[in-house]
């Protein structure tokens, strides 16, 4: 119970706004129990006045009031219900949203502990199982309590006596839902985890499907769906099982109710105590008492079940995006591109050793400084912390001086085109690709940056042009022309600091080459941070900094670094000839 109330705390001020709604279809629930009353009542005049004594004079008059009533009643029924659906369909869409934007802004590790599949899951089954509780669950016990009341007052009116006895089984429902709401909601979290797992295993396997088939792994896949899929039955068939056996409980208690109420019945007829119009509504009114006795009940079990998705979705939404915007920023203003680490460390949560440890360097407008060092060294971490995905442990990083905390992170991220190490494209045109740079690029300045990013020609051959659609996995485009793709997004993004993440990785040195010189225009009067062990663009660079183990071992020129003789030119090795040849041309060209 105590979870039911957390569970409503947190998710009802979500019904703001719609609660005149909801009082609404509460009004339409009650009207309906009220029609459904009389309708009974004018049945019970019908038998004892009309059916009995086979008068067709005494027929009509109750017979259009019923009409009449039938009428009111399906009107108020369908305008409740519609309300309802459309009410608990707002309900959710504005939940889902909540939870999207949320989990839209927390830090990368919680992608990395939290598998897609299992999000998946929450953002919709969860969300729904919510909505059955704060919404329908709220709506559905108010209804149900209302015609209860309403039925079982109608059946005292018509006989206390007889109806005090049929009430007095009552309590076995109640015993019932107790019973049985516990194992429900353990069934019900059983199967939401391994639907999560299941949705996890198809969209792993298919996204890692050119390794399953390049080293046979079809049967384990198909052996991991397998475990996930019978956790999943065996939770299913365990909750059905559970909730069948409730209403068949139920059912059995119903009819002995009925026949208590027909044994008596049928005793008061042959005493002349009660006539047959009398007994008919007596029984309609128990057997209309029935269903909303039954859901409420069953509300019990639903409530219970729903607390299980309430509390997966709270484990979301408690998870905190480790930066928040500034409370007292700084103005906008016209970045130049100073780029200062002052001190930097930086462990990443639940980690137990630093990833970064007390570094310090800047870089200046215009200036390209390449950050390398081996695998693991915390090259990718000081771009996470420059674009503020997360804070450092300690130090300050600062933009034209401002320490990063005071920027409006918007504006921060306004000023620094990042391209990661993954070629990240969005489902939609190429044209669609490069405007999310900057949205409301007009077409003409699209076409620039991709002439200018060496695309505009491969792009116009292809037969949509600028209009063909593309994909995180599309096969109609190289590796290559999407780096090229995401170099003119970064082009039109226009922002004075530019961080690229190994932006050749992945590419073959044919590919490698072809995007040098967009590279170079991209980065020409910007503050760039390159990280990179592909060190081809090294000579270029104002300042080569090392990194070894989170700290910074080395920095200086290329001239310099090879000339000390220390772990750059271990890593550097023995440059090509004609790599040098090529840099000595684009160094030529930079003039
Ligand atoms: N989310 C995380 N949680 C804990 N530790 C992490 C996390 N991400 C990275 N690390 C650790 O931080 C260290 C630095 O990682 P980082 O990705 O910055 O290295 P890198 O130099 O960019 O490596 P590579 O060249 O292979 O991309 C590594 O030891 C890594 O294991």
Redesign the pocket.
Known sequence: MREVREAFRRFWPLTRGDRKWLLAIIGCVVVSALAETASILLFAELTDNALKSGSLDAFWSPAGAWLAVAALGALVGYLGNSLATWTAERFVLRLRAGVFRHVQDLP??FF?KHRQGDLVERLTGDVEAIEQMVVSGVVGTVSAAFSAVFYAAAAFWLRWDLALVTFVLAPLFLLAARRFSGRVREASQDERVADGAITSVVEESLGNVVLTQAYNRQGDEAGRLDREARAWMKASVRGARLSEMYEQFVEVVETVCVLTVIGLGVWEISADRMTLGRLLAFAAFIGYLYPPVRNLGQLGLTLTAATAGAQRLNEILDAQPSVADPTAPVRAWPVRGWVGFHGVSFR?P??TRE?LADVTFTASPGELVIIT?A???????LSKLLTRFYDPSAGVITLDGVPLPDVPLDFLREQIALLPQETLILNGTIRENIECGRPGATDADIERVARSAAAHAFITALPEGYDTRITPVTATLSGGQLKRITIARAMLRAAPVLILDEPTAGLDSVAARQIVQPLRRLMSSRTTIM?T?DLSLAPDADRILVVDEGRLVEAGSHAELVARGGMYTRLAGPVPRVLEGRVEDTLVLRV
Request: proline share 6%; net charge positive; charged share 5%.
């Open positions: 990368p590790h990395q990443y639940g980690a990833s060092g695998s693991g060294a915390g090259k990718s971490t990280i062990h």
